[in-house]
Protein backbone atom coordinates (compact mmCIF):
# COMPACT_ATOMS: atom_id res chain seq x y z
CA UNK A 1 0.00 0.00 0.00
CA UNK A 2 1.10 3.21 -0.71
CA UNK A 3 1.40 5.49 2.05
CA UNK A 4 1.54 9.22 1.31
CA UNK A 5 4.85 10.79 2.99
CA UNK A 6 5.03 14.63 2.34
CA UNK A 7 9.22 15.15 3.01
CA UNK A 8 9.84 12.04 1.16
CA UNK A 9 10.21 14.49 -1.99
CA UNK A 10 13.13 15.91 0.09
CA UNK A 11 14.15 12.47 1.36
CA UNK A 12 18.30 11.86 1.16
CA UNK A 13 19.21 9.32 -0.41
CA UNK A 14 22.33 7.41 0.59
CA UNK A 15 24.35 5.75 -2.27
CA UNK A 16 25.80 2.85 -0.30
CA UNK A 17 21.89 2.10 0.51
CA UNK A 18 22.14 -0.72 -1.81
CA UNK A 19 20.06 -3.08 -0.26
CA UNK A 20 17.00 -0.83 -1.39
CA UNK A 21 18.27 -1.35 -4.78
CA UNK A 22 18.51 -5.56 -3.98
CA UNK A 23 14.59 -4.96 -2.78
CA UNK A 24 13.36 -2.79 -5.97
CA UNK A 25 15.50 -5.28 -7.92
CA UNK A 26 13.83 -8.74 -6.38
CA UNK A 27 10.11 -7.14 -6.64
CA UNK A 28 10.44 -4.09 -9.37
CA UNK A 29 6.45 -4.09 -8.75
CA UNK A 30 6.12 -4.60 -5.27
CA UNK A 31 5.54 -4.63 -2.81
CA UNK A 32 7.58 -2.57 -1.13
CA UNK A 33 9.19 -1.73 2.59
CA UNK A 34 8.48 1.60 4.09
CA UNK A 35 12.41 2.79 3.16
CA UNK A 36 12.04 1.58 -0.51
CA UNK A 37 8.75 3.57 -0.82
CA UNK A 38 10.21 6.69 0.49
CA UNK A 39 13.14 6.31 -1.83
CA UNK A 40 10.87 5.75 -5.02
CA UNK A 41 8.67 8.75 -4.16
CA UNK A 42 11.64 10.55 -3.75
CA UNK A 43 12.71 9.50 -7.24
CA UNK A 44 9.24 9.92 -9.12
CA UNK A 45 8.61 13.46 -7.63
CA UNK A 46 12.03 14.92 -7.93
CA UNK A 47 11.28 18.70 -8.66
CA UNK A 48 14.66 20.15 -9.34
CA UNK A 49 14.37 22.92 -11.50
CA UNK A 50 17.85 22.34 -12.71
CA UNK A 51 17.31 18.88 -13.76
CA UNK A 52 17.19 17.52 -16.78
CA UNK A 53 13.71 16.16 -16.42
CA UNK A 54 13.02 12.89 -15.32
CA UNK A 55 12.88 9.63 -16.84
CA UNK A 56 9.88 7.98 -17.70
CA UNK A 57 7.94 5.12 -19.49
CA UNK A 58 5.50 5.83 -22.63
CA UNK A 59 3.44 2.81 -23.45
CA UNK A 60 4.16 2.43 -27.29
CA UNK A 61 1.82 -0.36 -27.52
CA UNK A 62 -0.30 -1.56 -24.70
CA UNK A 63 1.01 -3.98 -22.10
CA UNK A 64 3.43 -5.21 -24.63
CA UNK A 65 5.76 -2.44 -25.42
CA UNK A 66 6.97 1.00 -23.51
CA UNK A 67 9.91 3.08 -24.85
CA UNK A 68 12.40 5.10 -22.55
CA UNK A 69 11.25 9.00 -22.51
CA UNK A 70 12.18 12.13 -20.54
CA UNK A 71 10.18 14.92 -19.48
CA UNK A 72 11.38 18.39 -20.52
CA UNK A 73 11.80 21.16 -18.13
CA UNK A 74 9.15 23.11 -19.16
CA UNK A 75 5.30 22.07 -18.59
CA UNK A 76 3.91 21.32 -22.00
CA UNK A 77 6.45 20.53 -24.06
CA UNK A 78 6.77 16.83 -25.62
CA UNK A 79 8.21 14.49 -23.86
CA UNK A 80 11.38 13.47 -25.43
CA UNK A 81 11.37 9.64 -26.49
CA UNK A 82 14.78 7.53 -26.76
CA UNK A 83 13.82 5.06 -29.51
CA UNK A 84 17.08 3.30 -28.65
CA UNK A 85 15.80 2.35 -25.57
CA UNK A 86 12.33 -0.02 -25.69
CA UNK A 87 11.07 -2.52 -23.54
CA UNK A 88 8.90 -5.51 -23.69
CA UNK A 89 9.00 -6.37 -20.25
CA UNK A 90 7.44 -3.91 -18.11
CA UNK A 91 9.69 -4.73 -14.74
CA UNK A 92 13.14 -4.55 -16.90
CA UNK A 93 11.66 -1.16 -18.59
CA UNK A 94 11.09 -0.43 -14.83
CA UNK A 95 14.37 -1.88 -13.69
CA UNK A 96 16.32 0.81 -16.32
CA UNK A 97 13.90 4.00 -15.20
CA UNK A 98 15.14 2.66 -11.35
CA UNK A 99 18.85 3.01 -12.36
CA UNK A 100 18.60 6.37 -14.39
CA UNK A 101 16.90 8.09 -11.55
CA UNK A 102 19.38 6.43 -8.89
CA UNK A 103 22.31 7.78 -11.18
CA UNK A 104 20.70 11.16 -11.19
CA UNK A 105 20.14 11.82 -8.09
CA UNK A 106 23.08 9.97 -6.25
CA UNK A 107 25.50 10.91 -8.98
CA UNK A 108 27.04 7.42 -8.76
CA UNK A 109 26.26 4.55 -11.24
CA UNK A 110 25.44 1.05 -9.76
CA UNK A 111 28.05 -1.99 -9.19
CA UNK A 112 27.87 -4.18 -12.07
CA UNK A 113 26.70 -6.74 -9.91
CA UNK A 114 23.42 -4.90 -9.48
CA UNK A 115 22.98 -2.89 -12.89
CA UNK A 116 22.75 -5.70 -15.37
CA UNK A 117 19.23 -7.21 -16.75
CA UNK A 118 16.55 -8.91 -14.45
CA UNK A 119 17.10 -12.47 -14.03
Do not use: C
Not at 12 to 40: M, S, T, Y
Amino acid sequence: MLVTYPEAAHWPIDPARLDLVEEFRAKPRGPHGDELQKLLHRMRWNGDPQSDGRYVLVVTEPGKQWTLGRLPRQRGKPIELMRNHVFTSIAEAEWEVFKLRWEALTGTSLPPHLSGPLA
